[in-house]
């Protein structure tokens, strides 16, 4: 099946500790997509890239990296500057064709930093 | 920035009808989305307008004014997997194709 998988569902980490959430989507999209959610707020975007080897930040990257090695694959680093990592983590992807700028999410990664 | 409103609550019955409005900005618009979010999980597409109108898809319409920087999101015939957060996003001009998100709608459908 087509989609886009994060893993893991929920993630613990202690405060401190850089971790890596994954995506990975098999939709043969070109642009992705990280946003971070917080109870009672929109998304809010972190990085995107819109092609291969390339990203850009988006409105609150301070304490994410990220990298797009693959077309498949946008990882996102969370690091120990970010100061309130614990949050909901969503990645989409879109195409850059006839389906327009319809973002397709993946099921999200829950991160609790303790 | 680019402020998008909405509702932060609704409340409504089984079988009813639901209107969820957003509003923006309307310098540099470029399309409007909705997206419907269940509790703890990924959002998912529900319409695009681009145009002024009303477009239909099964129990939900969405309405586009691009004069008056305003949307609807129309839900029929309620049922109990309705309750669920109802997102609008804005996608702007000279914004590399990004999307700007509201803060949500959280409808909950009573018996």
């Known amino acids: 099946d087509g989609g886009i998988t994060q893993s893991p569902k929920y993630l613990f980490r202690k405060e401190g500790q850089n971790v890596t959430l994954s995506c990975e989507q098999n939709?043969?999209?070109?642009?992705m997509y990280w946003y971070r959610q917080d109870p009672g707020q929109g998304l809010r975007l972190i990085y995107y890239?819109?092609?291969?080897?390339?990203?850009q930040k988006g409105d609150i990257a301070e304490g994410y990296s990220v990298s797009r090695e693959k077309k498949e694959s946008f990882p996102l680093t969370v690091t120990s500057a970010q100061k309130n990592p614990t949050a909901f983590y969503l990645c989409?992807?879109?195409?850059?064709?006839?389906?327009?700028?319809?973002?397709?999410f993946g099921p999200g990664t829950r991160l609790t930093v303790l | 920035g680019q402020n998008i409103d909405q509702p932060t609550e609704m409340t409504a019955t089984e079988g009813a009808i639901v209107q969820i409005n957003c509003t923006y900005q309307?310098?540099?618009?470029?399309?409007l989305f909705w997206y419907q979010q269940h509790a703890g999980e990924a959002p998912t597409f529900l319409s695009y307008?681009?145009?002024?109108g009303l477009e239909e898809k099964g129990r939900f319409s969405s309405f586009l004014s691009r004069s008056k920087g305003y949307s609807y999101l129309l839900l029929k015939e309620l049922q109990m997997k309705d309750s669920a957060s109802y997102l609008c996003?804005?996608?702007?001009?000279?914004?590399?194709?990004?999307?700007?998100f509201g803060s949500g709608t959280q409808l909950t459908v009573l018996p």
């Open positions: 989409a992807s879109k195409t850059s064709g006839g389906d327009g700028d319809t973002q397709y």
């Open positions: 939709l043969n999209h070109d642009a």
């Open positions: 890239s819109q092609i291969v080897n390339d990203f």
């Open positions: 309307t310098s540099g618009f470029n399309g």
């Open positions: 307008n681009v145009l002024d």
């Open positions: 996003a804005v996608l702007f001009s000279g914004s590399a194709r990004q999307l700007t």
